[in-house]
């Protein structure tokens, strides 16, 4: 069974809650400790129960957080060599277990390699080896062939949707911060995301949160509507499509 939260997702902070055969974690934490501990109690978890942290990468909204909450409920931090490199020179962290030598038992954890500005990126892909699975995948300016092939017709995908490419264009940005969201190496946008998950949804496919939405070159319904229409001129239909908000939990959803 995969329990599956969205606590909060943006350009100012990253944080979710995962729930994976009685395992409980996070993925990423660019939320206050504080936040996140309020976060997770309004949606029935005490902080002392999480387990451990999936680090995506070493960016400062997936990690804020990470210190104090580490200091005070010791979980395991799970993440990259290259992520842990970046961190060190920063703050300490004790107890952690690099993503690539990891061996699990009770469900299955494949690792997408993620196209952006920061070493030792990563995607995730869950496997509760029972029939559930979730893809969780933000901050990435594309994605290979070979990744789709890895995530294709899963029953949850939180997907990145940061930006719509007009409104970041004529947006505030200076020209290299916009050539950089723009770029392999920086986010995907509605478009985009759009026309991956044509081609990654399928007959087992439930749901779709789109993920890391930016506050400043986009909006929700700008976003939804690009995806719908899109699905639409494919002739597909996803039971439900949520967006993750920035500073909101959004429901907890039981696969």
Same mark, same amino acid.
């Given at each position: 069974?995969?329990?599956?939260?969205?606590?909060?997702?943006?350009?100012?902070?990253?944080?979710?809650?995962?729930?994976?055969?009685?395992?409980?974690?996070?993925?990423? #934490? *660019? %939320?206050?400790?504080? =936040?996140?501990?309020?976060?997770?109690?309004?949606?029935?978890? &005490?902080? /002392?129960? +999480?387990?451990?942290?999936?680090?995506?990468?070493?960016?400062?909204?997936?990690?804020?957080?990470?210190?104090?909450?580490?200091?005070?409920?010791?979980?395991?931090?799970?993440?990259?060599?290259?992520?842990?490199?970046?961190?060190?020179?920063?703050?300490?962290?004790?107890?952690?277990?690099?993503?690539?030598?990891?061996?699990?038992?009770?469900?299955?954890?494949?690792?997408?390699?993620?196209?952006?500005?920061?070493?030792?990126?990563?995607?995730?892909?869950?496997?509760?080896? #029972? *029939? %559930?699975?979730?893809? =969780?995948?933000?901050?990435?300016?594309?994605?290979?062939?070979? &990744?789709? /092939?890895? +995530?294709?017709?899963?029953?949850?995908?939180?997907?990145?949707?940061?930006?719509?490419?007009?409104?970041?264009?004529?947006?505030?940005?200076?020209?290299?911060?916009?050539?950089?969201?723009?770029?392999?190496?920086?986010?995907?946008?509605?478009?985009?995301?759009?026309?991956?998950?044509?081609?990654?949804?399928?007959?087992?496919?439930?749901?779709?949160?789109?993920?890391?939405?930016?506050?400043?070159?986009?909006?929700?319904?700008?976003?939804?509507?690009?995806?719908?229409?899109?699905?639409?001129?494919?002739?597909?239909?996803?039971?439900?499509?949520?967006?993750?908000?920035?500073?909101?939990?959004?429901?907890?959803?039981?696969?």
């Amino acid at each position: 069974m995969i329990k599956f939260c969205s606590l909060s997702s943006g350009s100012k902070g990253n944080t979710a809650y995962i729930e994976i055969n009685g395992n409980k974690y996070l993925i990423d #934490i *660019g %939320n206050s400790c504080l =936040y996140v501990e309020t976060a997770l109690k309004e949606i029935g978890i &005490n902080p /002392k129960e +999480i387990k451990g942290i999936f680090i995506s990468h070493s960016h400062k909204d997936h990690i804020e957080g990470l210190r104090v909450f580490a200091k005070k409920y010791n979980p395991v931090v799970y993440l990259s060599r290259e992520s842990y490199q970046e961190i060190s020179k920063i703050f300490r962290i004790n107890n952690l277990m690099f993503l690539e030598e990891l061996e699990l038992a009770d469900y299955n954890l494949t690792l997408i390699p993620t196209s952006h500005d920061a070493l030792g990126s990563y995607g995730f892909l869950f496997d509760d080896k #029972i *029939g %559930n699975t979730l893809v =969780y995948i933000t901050d990435t300016g594309y994605i290979s062939e070979k &990744n789709l /092939k890895m +995530i294709e017709n899963k029953k949850l995908y939180y997907f990145e949707s940061n930006h719509d490419i007009e409104m970041l264009m004529n947006g505030p940005y200076p020209y290299y911060l916009k050539q950089r969201i723009l770029s392999d190496k920086g986010h995907l946008s509605n478009k985009s995301s759009s026309y991956y998950l044509h081609q990654l949804i399928g007959n087992q496919t439930k749901t779709i949160i789109l993920a890391h939405l930016s506050e400043t070159n986009n909006n929700p319904e700008i976003a939804l509507n690009e995806l719908i229409e899109t699905l639409t001129s494919y002739n597909q239909v996803v039971e439900k499509i949520l967006i993750g908000k920035q500073n909101e939990h959004g429901e907890l959803i039981e696969l």
